[in-house]
């Protein structure tokens, strides 16, 4: 069974700091998916992640995929209120085409000034 | 612009009603579809996998027979709560991608469904 898993599953950081939450998963998948969650709301696209060693940055976040390892981070620098969200990770079920994900349980992250 | 849509956004209806949740490839034809949903606080759980012009294939545990997922189009795929109880209140979510490239899918806007 495809096992995903996301820590910390809660996050409480201050302004400023950076943090990373990690991502494991269970399949030889190199490809990695991050999604934003804000609440009520439905999912929104943060990075693609197509290869091992691929990094992504957009802003005040950061991604990376180690396949060797089964290991992607995504890394928060400086942290501001707007960051606010839970975040998952997600994988792809199988290698076939159009296929669904396996999603982390997320990881809630609430930045405090 | 939005690249799926979803309707309704929010549902409120009566124990043993049936809700029907459409969702709409906006940019592209769609054969594959995927139904999931969310319960508060958790993560995304897939229910089933809606088939143009095929039966869906739903996941362990999904009641076939109380949720009909109906794929008539390339663009749209049909979920219908049948019967609703108040454990099916929850937010569906579905997704689809492109047929070619990294699979990376495209979610719509989610239904919200309260069952009173």
């Known amino acids: 069974e495809l096992k995903v898993e996301q820590n910390p599953l809660f996050l409480s950081m201050q302004e400023g700091k950076n943090y990373t939450i990690y991502c494991n998963y269970s399949t030889t998948s190199d490809r990695l998916y991050w999604y934003r969650q804000d609440p009520g709301k439905s999912l929104e696209s943060l990075f693609v992640?197509?290869?091992?060693?691929a990094v992504k940055q957009e802003g005040r976040l950061m991604a990376s995929l180690d396949t060797k390892a089964r290991l992607s981070t995504l890394h928060i620098t400086a942290a501001v209120h707007d960051l606010s969200a839970t975040y998952f990770c997600?994988?792809?079920?199988?290698?076939?085409?159009?296929?669904?994900?396996?999603f982390g349980k997320g990881t809630r992250l609430s930045v405090i000034a | 612009g939005a690249v799926v849509s979803q309707h309704p956004s929010r549902v409120i209806c009566k124990s043993g009603t049936s809700v029907k949740i459409e969702c709409r490839s906006l940019?592209?034809?769609?054969?594959?579809m995927f139904w999931y949903r969310q319960f508060p606080k958790k993560s995304l759980m897939l229910m089933a996998t809606s088939n143009e012009g095929s039966k869906a294939t739903y996941e362990q545990g999904v009641e076939k027979d109380k949720f009909l997922i109906n794929h008539a189009s390339l663009t749209l795929s049909t979920l219908t709560v049948t019967s609703a109880h108040p454990e099916d209140s929850s937010f569906y979510i579905c997704s689809t991608s492109r047929a070619s490239g990294s699979n990376e899918q495209f979610f719509g806007p989610g239904t919200r469904l309260t069952v009173l």
């Open positions: 940019d592209f034809q769609a054969t594959t």
């Open positions: 997600a994988v792809d079920h199988s290698y076939s085409g159009n296929t669904p994900l396996v």
């Open positions: 992640l197509l290869s091992n060693g």
